[in-house]
Structures are given as structure tokens and as C-alpha cells.
């Protein structure tokens, strides 16, 4: 087995491509050993000291790191990987994940928060998971859309980047009603 490692723009935050499916559908985000509960692969990679995050996408994993290094946590990492899909255990044992959830906002503003999700599924998650992140919803309120940051997205430096330069002028050409872009 072959698995690919890409740098993320979170330098805390390496992705491994294992070359298979990690998950049929949605993401899975683990921010500490507690949360693991029903992921064999996220306890077994949150055994290794220095392991601080880990999140699931479609066909990749990002881990996040605390203290350590790279040069060392990296092939300890690659082992967990390994070992795991060598032993066919399953990544998650109830495929639901921990996918976002529906969201606050107010059902006159139907239509908007129907435009955002659209825009969220189409543009927007796609090119986050090609840095091992994922970017949802979480509501819309006052022309203010909340979304929560997940993977490589939470806590990385360009993060705010991302969501004023990027995420805000787009949702704002679309949707005139949104004036501003928060993480929660």
C-alpha cells in the first residue's frame, strides 16, 4: 500500500492520500481522543503523542499536530494509516460521520441560505478538500453567514484569508444579502 503525503497551508496540518475511500459520504472531525468513539483508525492515529486532530474526507485523512515534529510524527502516522487498512477494520463504524448539521437561520431568509449551500457545495468544499479541510454551514443571521472550519481550515494562518478574500466577495456576488463571513 501506497499512501501519499501533500503539505496543507496549515503547517500543522499534513494530508495522507491512503489511495482508497476513507469515506462513502460526508466528513468526520476529530479535535481530541475523547471524540473518538466508533472510529478505530482516529483512536489509533490519536494513540501517537504529538497527534492533536484528525478529519476524514472522501479519500483522505489530515492529522494536526501539537508539539513534535513532522520528520518524526509523519512515519508514525503512515504506520497507523497502514496497519489499519491492513486489518479491513472499518474508519468509522456508523458511515453518518460528524457532518455539519442543519444550521440556524431565519425561514424567510429560505432562498439566501439555499444559495449559500450551493455555493458552499459547488465551489467551495470542493477546493477546501484539496487542501485536507472542509468548510460548512452553520447559519445566517443579519447578513452574516457562520461557517465552521474543519481539517486543515481550523487554525490555519490563512484561514481568515480564505474566508474574506475568497468565501465572503464570493457569496457576496452572488448573494447581495450577505455583508460579511464569520468562522464559528
Not at 13 to 38: M, W
Not at 101 to 108: I, L, N, T
Not at 109 to 124: H, K, N, P, Y
Request: hydrophobic share 40%.
Amino acid at each position: 500500500m501506497f499512501i501519499q503525503t501533500e503539505l496543507t497551508p496549515n503547517p500543522a496540518t499534513l494530508k495522507f492520500i491512503p489511495g482508497r475511500q476513507v469515506l462513502a459520504s460526508g466528513t468526520a472531525d476529530y479535535r481530541d481522543r475523547a471524540e473518538t468513539t466508533g472510529s478505530p483508525l482516529a483512536q489509533r492515529l490519536f494513540e501517537i503523542d504529538g497527534v492533536d486532530g484528525v478529519f476524514f474526507g472522501s479519500d483522505f485523512i489530515s492529522v494536526t499536530k501539537g508539539e513534535g515534529d513532522w520528520q518524526h510524527l509523519k512515519p508514525m502516522v503512515l504506520g497507523a494509516i497502514m496497519e489499519h487498512y491492513m486489518s479491513d477494520a472499518q474508519v468509522v463504524e456508523s458511515e453518518a460521520g460528524n457532518d455539519s448539521a442543519v444550521g440556524s437561520y431565519d425561514p424567510k431568509d429560505e432562498e439566501i441560505v439555499a444559495t449559500i449551500r450551493d455555493l458552499l457545495e459547488t465551489r467551495v468544499r470542493p477546493a477546501v478538500a484539496q487542501d485536507g479541510g472542509d468548510i460548512t454551514f452553520s447559519g445566517f443571521r443579519d447578513g452574516v453567514v457562520y461557517l465552521h472550519m474543519r481539517g486543515a481550515c481550523a487554525g490555519c494562518p490563512s484561514s481568515t484569508a480564505t474566508l474574506r478574500h475568497g468565501i465572503e466577495n464570493l457569496l457576496r456576488h452572488f448573494c447581495p444579502e450577505v455583508q460579511e463571513v464569520q468562522a464559528v
